[in-house]
């Protein structure tokens, strides 16, 4: 089993490879860190038991209707869904619509430049167009209407329930 410290690793590591300078970033804990080309900090309310820790993966709905789900990092840990996704790859037919645009994640790329001084937010100021409610495709009953790809050498995947209080 890996420690919190084993997970942080792994993500710092693909990161590393992706996006070098948020890695360093990240690793200094430095005061501001500033949000790579390429890439967006996505943010929803999660208010389910089940949580996901994951590196870069996609998963493509195949059943019902055609949709994509395209991360380089995830974190689903109730009250908030975090995910680090590609950023200006547009809308593709073939692909349908992302997961992140229906409903709509906020992006909160900006709240990496609070620092530790920021102690509290009021959430309706800081996400104007809402925070939506969201269940990850993989963990709900639809699930088996996904393909998922991902990579032995840089995806990381951890499961679980968080127990009733």
Known sequence: MATGQGVADLRLHHLRVMFPGLAADL?????????????????????????????????????TRIQHYDVFSEVYFRPLAWALTPSGRGYDAAMGESVFDNPRWAIVDD??????????????????????????PLLGGDQDEWVQFFSDHVTAIFEGEIPAS
Do not use: K
Not at 41 to 53: D, H, S
Not at 123 to 135: E, F, K, N
């Open 27 to 63: 690793r200094e804990r430095r005061d501001h860190i500033a949000m790579p080309d390429g890439a967006t900090l996505r943010m929803a309310l999660y208010p389910f038991a089940g949580t996901r820790l994951a590196s870069m993966f996609n998963g493509y709905r195949v059943l």
């Open 111 to 136: 709240w990496l430049e609070y620092g530790d001084d920021v102690t509290a937010a009021d959430l309706r100021d800081l996400c104007r167009q809402g925070v939506p409610r969201v269940r990850h």
